[in-house]
Each structure stands twice: as structure tokens, then as C-alpha cells.
């Protein structure tokens, strides 16, 4: 038997894997693009924020139901669920006449999202030789280019040119080529890993596994969610008692069930793995927190065009993945630790820089380069943080702790890109203007990576073997 990627007995799953990544890039990256212009159609800019931590919340609880039914049934059941439910809120998002149904179709997409990676990283484990690995998180990860060079470009066009509705509904028809290879070629893949199989040291089957039980962990997955979504009503609503109600009900209901799907003490940043689970939370609050804002303020403030504000989106991605490379590279000489810190320091500086680039009369391509460096500094901090957690969690417990840190990503994602949304809406509320708006949700992104610039030095430092750099791979 072939040991490559493309031997002939899984060229099928590669296929399939790779082109399902491709869409949901393509959606993530073609929605943030053209959602300035879905706002200036439907209106409710108060809930423009909610487009994105909506699809996060969602997500949230789709991975941790994948996990589950991975677990319990093998892995084409929760694929194929997952991209049902993706299909269902492409739909609901082209049709919606309002924001609050667009909101909707995003939380359901977001639902069935969650079961690709969870999928993916599974059947990596289980259908690809251990040497193999590897380079197949390396396709995966550059799975993301092409959407990144064509996405936001595409998206702008069809939003200028077309309508926004064409970049939800044109999707169906990718979502069925893209679901066809993949369910196909699952069916061939097994159920669970053999009995006789070895440890698996990256913790890619049980990557999703459960201290207390899938059914707690999904319980809990949700009153996170439920929490998360109070809070960021809380933020938005006019009523300063409704306001208050709804954060102390969401506080309450949130942080309790938060702490039993993380490590011990993560709330508190205790140094170590409970730390490196936090920080990723604050990295993905101020790069997102911030990048869901980049093309509404280019089109509202700037006044150019969809097109032209997907140009910084583009740069961006393809800066993260040159980042990501960078930091495979330096982890013998610098360690996670550091690359870390360095990330965060860039991801800081260019939210300042764009944020300074955005509101001012700095040409549209000098937007692109700012953003463009917080995106190198996602490249350096992403994956060492995944190589930090991989090395500090305890062998019997790495699912938990890789589990943990998704949830830590995923939370951190939705909270900032609602909370900047919640930001701009108070202040549209208040008389303000637009460019004041947006650049408060900017200046809140700077607070976040100045705070978790901070929290990297709680972080161990040290080096990390090859098998785990490996292993690291996005």
C-alpha cells in the first residue's frame, strides 16, 4: 500500500477534505466581505455583529455535537449533518428579508461548520499513515490560500456588480461537489481507530473526548453559548435594567459551565497550560474582534468598493499562512513561547495601524499592508500556541486540553467580533458617527492584544519536539 496523500486508496478523502475546507474558507472570508453591503440593505446595524459571533456561537456547539457523534457512530453521520445544516443557513442567509433571519442562517451555518474540522482531524488520525500526517495539516492548512486570494475579491464583485444574496446561494451548488467526495470516501474509512492501535501522542482522535461525557460537555457547550449571547444582548440593548439583567443572567449561566470544559485555573491564567488556553481566546478577541470591521469601515468610511475592501482580507490570509510557515521554522531557536509574544506584539501593532490607516487619508493598499501585519502575527501565534498546549497537557488528557483550546478560540472569536459590533451600535445610538464607531470597536481589539501581549509571559517557555510541531500543523 501506497503511504502518500494521494495513494490511491485515500486520493478520494484528500479530495474531499481538502475541497470542504475550501468552502467553508471561501464562505467565512466572501461573507465578512460583502456583510457592509447586507447591512446597508436590510439594516439593523445594531446586529451587524451578531452576523459574525452569531456563526461563532453556533459553531461552538457544532464541535463539540460533532465530537460526540464521532465517538459514538463513526465519522460520515456527523459530516453529513454538519454540511446539511451549513447548506440550510446558506439558505436562510440568501433569502433573509431581515437581519435578525440573517442572523439566524449564520448561527445555523456556524452549527454545521463545527463537524468539518472536528471531521477532518479525525479521519487524518484514522485513515492516514502516521508519516503521512504531517503534510496532509500542511494541504489542509493551505486549503486556505485560494479562498484567500479569491474570496474576498469574488464576493466584492458579485456584492458591487450582482447582489450579496448570490454569495450565500451560489455556494449550494459547491457545498454538494464539495460533500459528495468527502461522504463517499468516509464510508471507507473506519468507524473507531483499531483496538491494537498505539497511543496517538497529538490526541487527533480523541481531540474532541469528553472528561465528564459528551452529553455534559454538550450541555455545557450550550449554556456557554446561551451565556456569551446574553452578554453581547446585554451590550445592545437600550435599557440599562433589561441590560444589566440580561449580563448578570448571562455571567451566571456562562462562566460556570465555561470552567468545567477548561483546564483548571484557566480562568485565572494560572501559568502553564491553563494560560496557554486563555491567551488564544484573547488572540482570536482582537484579530477578529477587529477584522470584521476592516471591510465595513473601508466601504462606510473610506467609501470604496466591495472589491477594493477585500483586498485586505486577501493579504491578510496569505500573511498568516507566510506566518504560519515562519514560526514551523523558528520553533528550534525561539521556542512557542516567544513566537508567541511576537505574535501578539504584531497583531497589535497592526490593528493600531489599521485602525489609524482606516480613519484618515492613507491610500486603500496601505490598509491592506497594516492588516496584512496582524495577520503574519496570527501566523507566529496560532499554531505555537497549539504546539504549547500539545506539550504542557498530560498525555492521558491532550483531547481535553486541544478541546479546550478550540472552545477557548471559538468563544474568544464570537465574543470580540460581538463586542465590537455591540460598540458601534451604542454609538450609532448616541448620535455618533460611523468613523466614531468603528473606531472604538478598533480601540477595544487594541486593549485585548495589549492585555493578552501581557498574558504571554505567563506562558512556559521552552522547546517542543518535531513529532509535536508535526502534529501542530493547522
Known amino acids: 500500500m501506497q503511504e502518500g496523500v494521494w495513494a490511491a486508496d485515500r486520493r478520494a478523502l484528500t479530495v474531499g477534505l481538502v ?23 436590510l439594516g439593523g446595524l445594531e446586529l451587524y455583529g451578531w452576523a459574525f459571533s452569531g456563526f461563532f456561537l453556533g459553531n461552538l456547539v457544532g464541535i463539540v455535537a460533532a465530537g460526540g457523534a464521532i465517538d459514538r457512530g463513526g465519522l460520515r453521520p456527523p459530516l453529513a449533518a454538519g454540511l446539511a445544516l451549513f447548506g440550510v443557513g446558506l439558505l436562510i442567509g440568501g433569502l433573509a428579508p431581515s437581519m435578525p433571519v440573517l442572523v439566524l442562517g449564520r448561527i445555523v451555518q456556524g452549527a454545521g461548520a463545527g463537524a468539518v474540522p472536528a471531521v477532518a482531524y479525525v479521519a487524518i488520525r484514522r485513515a492516514y499513515p502516521e508519516a503521512t500526517r504531517p503534510k496532509m495539516f500542511a494541504i489542509l492548512s493551505t486549503a486556505w490560500v485560494v479562498p484567500g486570494l479569491l474570496g474576498p475579491a469574488v464576493a466584492g464583485w458579485i456584492g458591487d456588480h450582482l447582489t450579496w444574496r448570490v454569495v ?8 454538494v461537489a464539495a460533500a459528495t467526495p468527502a461522504l463517499i470516501a468516509l464510508g ?3 468507524a ?16 474532541l473526548a469528553t472528561r465528564h461525557g459528551d452529553r455534559a460537555r454538550l450541555v455545557r457547550a450550550i449554556l456557554v453559548a446561551c451565556g456569551a449571547g446574553l452578554l453581547l444582548a446585554a451590550s445592545t440593548t437600550s435599557s440599562v435594567v433589561i441590560g444589566g439583567a440580561f449580563a448578570v443572567a448571562g455571567l451566571v449561566i456562562g462562566v460556570p459551565a465555561l470552567a468545567g470544559l477548561l483546564p483548571a485555573g484557566a480562568l485565572r491564567a494560572a501559568p502553564g497550560l491553563p494560560a496557554s488556553v486563555l491567551t488564544r481566546g484573547f488572540l482570536t478577541f482582537a484579530y477578529f474582534g477587529a477584522q470584521a470591521y476592516v471591510p465595513l469601515a473601508l466601504i462606510e468610511v473610506r467609501g470604496t468598493s466591495a472589491t477594493e475592501a477585500g483586498l485586505a482580507l486577501t493579504v491578510s490570509t496569505l500573511s498568516w499562512t507566510a506566518g504560519s510557515w515562519t514560526q514551523a521554522h523558528r520553533q528550534a531557536a525561539w521556542g512557542p513561547a516567544r513566537l508567541v509574544t511576537s505574535g501578539f506584539a504584531l497583531v497589535l501593532i497592526g490593528v493600531i495601524a489599521t485602525a489609524l490607516a482606516v480613519l484618515s487619508s492613507v491610500p486603500i493598499v496601505g490598509v491592506a499592508v497594516t492588516w496584512g501585519i496582524a495577520g503574519f502575527g496570527m501566523g507566529l501565534a496560532y499554531a505555537s500556541l497549539s504546539l504549547l498546549v500539545l506539550a504542557q497537557a498530560d498525555s492521558r488528557e491532550v483531547g481535553f486540553a486541544t478541546s479546550a483550546l478550540q472552545l477557548s478560540d ?24 460611523a468613523a466614531t464607531g468603528i473606531g472604538l470597536a478598533f480601540g477595544l481589539a487594541v486593549l485585548v492584544a495589549a492585555s493578552g501581549l501581557l498574558l504571554s509571559r505567563r506562558l512556559e517557555r521552552g522547546r517542543v519536539s518535531t513529532a509535536q510541531t508535526a502534529a501542530a500543523v493547522p
Open 19 to 41: 475541497a470542504t475546507i475550501t468552502l467553508v474558507a471561501f464562505e467565512a472570508l466572501a461573507v465578512g466581505t460583502v456583510m457592509p453591503l447586507v447591512a446597508r440593505e
Open 168 to 175: 450565500f446561494l451560489g455556494l449550494l451548488p459547491l457545498l
Open 188 to 190: 471507507r474509512v473506519p
Open 192 to 207: 473507531r481507530p483499531p483496538a491494537a492501535a498505539p497511543p496517538d501522542p497529538a490526541g487527533l482522535d480523541s481531540a
Open 410 to 433: 471559538v468563544l474568544g472569536t464570537s465574543i470580540g467580533t460581538g463586542a465590537g459590533g455591540a460598540v458601534i451600535a451604542v454609538a450609532a445610538a448616541t448620535g455618533a458617527s
